[in-house]
Protein backbone atom coordinates (compact mmCIF):
# COMPACT_ATOMS: atom_id res chain seq x y z
CA UNK A 1 0.00 0.00 0.00
CA UNK A 2 3.03 2.44 0.29
CA UNK A 3 3.91 5.38 -2.00
CA UNK A 4 7.24 6.07 -2.42
CA UNK A 5 9.35 7.87 0.18
CA UNK A 6 10.94 11.24 -0.68
CA UNK A 7 12.41 11.48 2.29
CA UNK A 8 14.24 8.52 4.05
CA UNK A 9 15.17 8.74 7.90
CA UNK A 10 17.31 5.71 7.99
CA UNK A 11 16.32 5.00 12.01
CA UNK A 12 16.92 1.52 13.37
CA UNK A 13 14.42 0.56 16.15
CA UNK A 14 14.43 -2.45 17.98
CA UNK A 15 10.57 -1.76 18.43
CA UNK A 16 7.94 -0.37 16.39
CA UNK A 17 4.43 -0.02 15.31
CA UNK A 18 2.97 -2.11 13.09
CA UNK A 19 2.10 -1.42 9.29
CA UNK A 20 -1.56 -2.51 10.07
CA UNK A 21 -1.92 0.39 13.03
CA UNK A 22 -0.11 2.68 11.29
CA UNK A 23 -2.55 2.62 8.64
CA UNK A 24 -5.29 2.71 10.97
CA UNK A 25 -4.08 5.80 11.75
CA UNK A 26 -3.93 7.54 8.11
CA UNK A 27 -6.29 5.26 6.76
CA UNK A 28 -8.75 8.33 5.39
CA UNK A 29 -5.65 10.71 4.09
CA UNK A 30 -3.94 7.75 2.74
CA UNK A 31 -6.66 6.53 0.93
CA UNK A 32 -8.00 10.37 -0.67
CA UNK A 33 -3.66 10.73 -1.61
CA UNK A 34 -3.77 7.03 -3.32
CA UNK A 35 -6.82 8.14 -5.09
CA UNK A 36 -5.08 10.09 -7.59
CA UNK A 37 -1.23 10.51 -6.63
CA UNK A 38 0.90 10.18 -9.52
CA UNK A 39 3.07 7.27 -7.95
CA UNK A 40 0.05 5.08 -7.38
CA UNK A 41 -2.56 6.32 -9.92
CA UNK A 42 -0.58 6.95 -12.77
CA UNK A 43 2.49 4.92 -12.52
CA UNK A 44 2.24 1.63 -10.05
CA UNK A 45 -1.65 0.81 -10.29
CA UNK A 46 -1.67 1.19 -14.11
CA UNK A 47 1.61 -0.77 -14.50
CA UNK A 48 0.26 -3.77 -12.14
CA UNK A 49 -2.85 -3.54 -14.17
CA UNK A 50 -0.81 -3.99 -17.11
CA UNK A 51 1.18 -7.31 -15.86
CA UNK A 52 -2.11 -8.74 -15.09
CA UNK A 53 -3.11 -8.69 -18.54
CA UNK A 54 -6.37 -10.36 -19.53
CA UNK A 55 -7.87 -11.57 -15.58
CA UNK A 56 -11.68 -12.03 -16.70
CA UNK A 57 -12.61 -14.70 -14.79
CA UNK A 58 -9.16 -15.49 -12.77
CA UNK A 59 -9.05 -16.06 -9.17
CA UNK A 60 -7.34 -13.56 -7.55
CA UNK A 61 -5.73 -12.37 -4.10
CA UNK A 62 -5.44 -8.57 -3.38
CA UNK A 63 -2.51 -9.37 -1.08
CA UNK A 64 -2.24 -5.72 1.34
CA UNK A 65 -5.50 -4.56 -0.62
CA UNK A 66 -5.67 -1.43 1.38
CA UNK A 67 -9.03 0.70 0.66
CA UNK A 68 -9.65 -1.48 -2.47
CA UNK A 69 -8.60 0.70 -5.66
CA UNK A 70 -7.10 -2.09 -7.29
CA UNK A 71 -9.39 -4.67 -6.66
CA UNK A 72 -12.06 -2.53 -7.68
CA UNK A 73 -9.85 -2.60 -11.53
CA UNK A 74 -9.08 -5.79 -10.91
CA UNK A 75 -13.22 -6.74 -10.40
CA UNK A 76 -14.32 -4.68 -13.12
CA UNK A 77 -12.41 -6.47 -15.73
CA UNK A 78 -13.78 -9.93 -14.58
CA UNK A 79 -11.72 -10.98 -11.94
CA UNK A 80 -13.43 -12.56 -9.14
CA UNK A 81 -11.29 -11.17 -6.62
CA UNK A 82 -10.62 -11.81 -2.82
CA UNK A 83 -8.46 -9.04 -0.62
CA UNK A 84 -6.64 -9.05 2.44
CA UNK A 85 -5.09 -6.27 4.66
CA UNK A 86 -3.71 -6.15 8.03
CA UNK A 87 -5.22 -2.89 8.94
CA UNK A 88 -9.01 -2.95 10.12
CA UNK A 89 -9.23 0.94 9.12
CA UNK A 90 -7.98 0.62 5.27
CA UNK A 91 -10.58 -2.21 4.95
CA UNK A 92 -13.04 -0.36 6.43
CA UNK A 93 -12.82 1.92 3.31
CA UNK A 94 -12.72 -0.76 0.97
CA UNK A 95 -16.04 -2.04 2.10
CA UNK A 96 -17.63 1.29 1.45
CA UNK A 97 -16.04 1.32 -2.16
CA UNK A 98 -16.43 -2.32 -3.01
CA UNK A 99 -19.99 -2.73 -1.13
CA UNK A 100 -21.12 -5.46 1.55
CA UNK A 101 -20.37 -8.28 -0.85
CA UNK A 102 -16.99 -8.13 -1.93
CA UNK A 103 -14.82 -10.47 -0.11
CA UNK A 104 -12.06 -8.91 1.88
CA UNK A 105 -10.43 -10.16 5.22
CA UNK A 106 -8.23 -9.06 7.89
CA UNK A 107 -5.41 -10.85 7.40
CA UNK A 108 -1.54 -10.57 8.09
CA UNK A 109 1.09 -11.63 5.88
CA UNK A 110 3.59 -12.43 8.22
CA UNK A 111 1.57 -15.08 9.15
CA UNK A 112 -0.86 -18.13 7.59
CA UNK A 113 -3.28 -17.05 5.43
CA UNK A 114 -7.34 -18.51 5.57
CA UNK A 115 -7.04 -20.16 2.33
CA UNK A 116 -6.86 -23.86 1.38
CA UNK A 117 -3.99 -24.91 -1.07
CA UNK A 118 -4.08 -23.76 -5.00
CA UNK A 119 -7.51 -21.86 -3.97
CA UNK A 120 -6.06 -18.47 -6.42
CA UNK A 121 -4.91 -18.27 -10.08
CA UNK A 122 -3.09 -15.12 -9.41
CA UNK A 123 -1.66 -13.15 -6.03
CA UNK A 124 -0.96 -9.29 -6.49
CA UNK A 125 1.49 -7.88 -4.01
CA UNK A 126 1.24 -4.58 -4.23
CA UNK A 127 3.67 -1.86 -2.63
CA UNK A 128 3.07 -4.44 0.39
CA UNK A 129 6.13 -6.88 0.72
CA UNK A 130 8.94 -3.79 1.60
CA UNK A 131 6.97 -3.63 5.34
CA UNK A 132 8.29 -7.16 6.10
CA UNK A 133 11.67 -8.65 7.59
CA UNK A 134 11.59 -11.89 6.70
CA UNK A 135 10.09 -12.36 3.30
CA UNK A 136 10.19 -16.21 3.54
CA UNK A 137 7.32 -17.23 5.39
CA UNK A 138 5.18 -15.12 4.14
CA UNK A 139 6.61 -16.38 0.07
CA UNK A 140 5.67 -19.64 1.37
CA UNK A 141 2.36 -18.87 2.36
CA UNK A 142 1.72 -17.48 -0.86
CA UNK A 143 2.99 -20.19 -2.90
CA UNK A 144 0.76 -22.45 -1.41
CA UNK A 145 -2.53 -20.95 -1.55
CA UNK A 146 -1.33 -20.40 -5.71
CA UNK A 147 -2.63 -22.96 -8.08
CA UNK A 148 0.03 -24.83 -10.06
CA UNK A 149 0.84 -23.03 -12.83
CA UNK A 150 -0.43 -19.36 -10.81
CA UNK A 151 1.62 -15.89 -10.88
CA UNK A 152 1.96 -13.83 -8.45
CA UNK A 153 2.70 -10.26 -9.14
CA UNK A 154 4.91 -8.01 -7.06
CA UNK A 155 5.54 -4.30 -6.99
CA UNK A 156 8.34 -3.44 -3.87
CA UNK A 157 10.26 -0.07 -3.31
CA UNK A 158 12.99 0.13 -5.61
CA UNK A 159 15.99 -1.13 -3.90
CA UNK A 160 18.38 1.57 -5.76
CA UNK A 161 16.53 4.39 -4.56
CA UNK A 162 17.06 4.95 -1.44
CA UNK A 163 20.72 4.11 -1.50
CA UNK A 164 20.87 6.76 -4.41
CA UNK A 165 18.71 9.66 -2.24
CA UNK A 166 21.73 9.48 0.87
CA UNK A 167 24.78 8.99 -1.49
CA UNK A 168 23.40 12.83 -3.32
CA UNK A 169 22.93 13.91 0.06
CA UNK A 170 26.49 13.40 0.59
CA UNK A 171 26.03 9.98 2.68
CA UNK A 172 27.51 6.95 2.36
CA UNK A 173 24.93 4.74 2.04
CA UNK A 174 24.64 0.82 2.64
CA UNK A 175 23.14 -0.96 0.02
CA UNK A 176 23.86 -4.62 0.61
CA UNK A 177 22.00 -6.59 3.59
CA UNK A 178 18.62 -6.00 4.90
CA UNK A 179 18.27 -2.54 6.32
CA UNK A 180 15.11 -1.18 8.74
CA UNK A 181 14.03 2.61 7.54
CA UNK A 182 11.79 4.43 9.20
CA UNK A 183 9.60 7.43 8.02
CA UNK A 184 6.75 9.79 9.49
CA UNK A 185 4.09 10.03 7.17
CA UNK A 186 1.42 12.57 7.59
CA UNK A 187 -2.07 12.50 5.81
CA UNK A 188 -5.42 13.81 6.48
CA UNK A 189 -3.93 16.15 9.48
CA UNK A 190 -2.92 12.59 11.18
CA UNK A 191 0.80 11.60 11.69
CA UNK A 192 2.12 7.51 11.81
CA UNK A 193 5.43 6.71 11.76
CA UNK A 194 5.79 3.94 8.87
CA UNK A 195 8.20 0.96 8.87
CA UNK A 196 10.16 -0.49 5.83
CA UNK A 197 12.90 -2.66 5.08
CA UNK A 198 14.45 -2.19 2.47
CA UNK A 199 17.03 -5.33 0.77
CA UNK A 200 19.08 -5.42 -2.32
CA UNK A 201 18.17 -7.03 -5.47
CA UNK A 202 19.87 -10.21 -5.20
CA UNK A 203 18.06 -10.86 -1.52
CA UNK A 204 14.84 -9.89 -3.28
CA UNK A 205 15.74 -12.51 -6.33
CA UNK A 206 16.81 -15.10 -3.76
CA UNK A 207 13.53 -15.15 -1.61
CA UNK A 208 11.61 -15.86 -4.76
CA UNK A 209 13.80 -18.89 -6.14
CA UNK A 210 13.77 -20.17 -2.57
CA UNK A 211 10.20 -20.13 -2.09
CA UNK A 212 10.10 -22.25 -5.57
CA UNK A 213 9.07 -18.84 -7.97
CA UNK A 214 10.68 -19.04 -11.18
CA UNK A 215 10.92 -15.43 -12.16
CA UNK A 216 10.05 -14.46 -15.85
CA UNK A 217 9.38 -10.42 -15.50
CA UNK A 218 11.86 -7.72 -13.62
CA UNK A 219 10.19 -4.76 -15.05
CA UNK A 220 11.42 -1.10 -14.42
CA UNK A 221 7.66 0.15 -16.48
CA UNK A 222 7.09 3.58 -17.85
CA UNK A 223 4.64 5.75 -16.51
CA UNK A 224 1.77 6.80 -18.46
CA UNK A 225 1.52 9.35 -20.59
CA UNK A 226 -1.24 11.60 -19.30
CA UNK A 227 1.21 12.36 -15.89
CA UNK A 228 3.60 14.21 -17.22
CA UNK A 229 1.09 17.09 -18.14
CA UNK A 230 -1.08 16.37 -15.05
CA UNK A 231 1.93 16.57 -12.71
CA UNK A 232 4.70 19.12 -14.25
CA UNK A 233 6.22 20.15 -10.82
CA UNK A 234 7.42 16.41 -10.67
CA UNK A 235 8.48 15.92 -14.30
CA UNK A 236 10.46 19.18 -14.88
CA UNK A 237 13.95 17.99 -14.43
CA UNK A 238 12.71 14.93 -16.77
CA UNK A 239 13.86 14.99 -20.00
CA UNK A 240 10.37 15.46 -22.88
CA UNK A 241 11.46 11.85 -24.00
CA UNK A 242 11.84 10.19 -21.69
CA UNK A 243 9.04 8.04 -20.09
CA UNK A 244 10.35 5.97 -17.16
CA UNK A 245 11.94 7.24 -13.75
CA UNK A 246 13.55 5.45 -10.59
CA UNK A 247 10.53 4.53 -8.15
CA UNK A 248 8.78 1.32 -8.50
CA UNK A 249 10.66 -2.37 -9.06
CA UNK A 250 8.01 -5.06 -10.63
CA UNK A 251 8.38 -9.14 -10.77
CA UNK A 252 6.05 -11.31 -12.60
CA UNK A 253 6.26 -14.94 -10.76
CA UNK A 254 5.44 -18.48 -11.87
CA UNK A 255 4.58 -21.28 -9.78
CA UNK A 256 5.32 -23.97 -11.61
Known amino acids: MARMPTTPEDHV ?8 NAYDMIAEGYAAENETSLLNAYYERPAMLEFAGDVTGRRILDAGCGSGPLFFALRDRGAIVTGIDASAGMLELARRRLGPDA ?20 VIASLV ?85 RISVISEPPF ?33
Open 13 to 20: ESAHSSPS
Open 103 to 122: DLRVADLAGPLPFPDGAFDD
Open 129 to 213: LHYLEDWGPTLAELRRVLRPGGRLLVSVDHPFVIPLMRHRAGEKPSYFGTRNRIEEWTMGGQTARMSFWDRPLHAMTEAFTAAGF
Open 224 to 256: VPEARELFPEEFREIEPSRTRFLCFLFFVLGAD
